[in-house]
Nanobody, 111 residues
């Protein structure tokens, strides 16, 4: 198992930006992902990044969100730009190799 701790969630106005971070308790060797869950909705995949750096995104965030990783720092990032109210959710970091999840960080987009 690996422990994951997310940070960076906040209240932001529409059109604003945030950067989420996910710190792992040990080195991560495989793909990492960000998920989100809005109230009364199922958890959905937002973005995933492989060890070599290949990325994939949900259609709803393409062109606005960027996932990246710094393996030396054991950290995965999610840069979010042009945020919309529908991006409001709890964002979770996920390491599929060990099925590890963080506790989440709240992102609220509202004027």
């Amino acid at each position: 198992q690996v422990q994951l701790v997310e940070s960076g969630g906040d209240l932001v106005q529409p059109g604003g930006s945030l950067r989420l971070s996910c710190l792992a308790s040990r080195n991560i060797f495989y793909s990492m992902a960000w998920y989100r869950q809005a109230p009364d909705k199922e958890r959905e995949l937002v973005a995933i990044i492989t060890r070599p750096g290949t990325t994939n995104y949900a259609d709803s965030v393409k062109g606005r969100f960027t996932i990246s990783r710094d393996d030396a720092e054991k950290t995965v990032y999610l840069q979010m730009s042009n945020l919309k109210p529908e991006d409001t959710a709890v964002y979770y970091c996920h390491y599929p190799a060990t099925n590890s999840w963080g506790r989440g960080t709240q992102v609220t987009v509202s004027s």
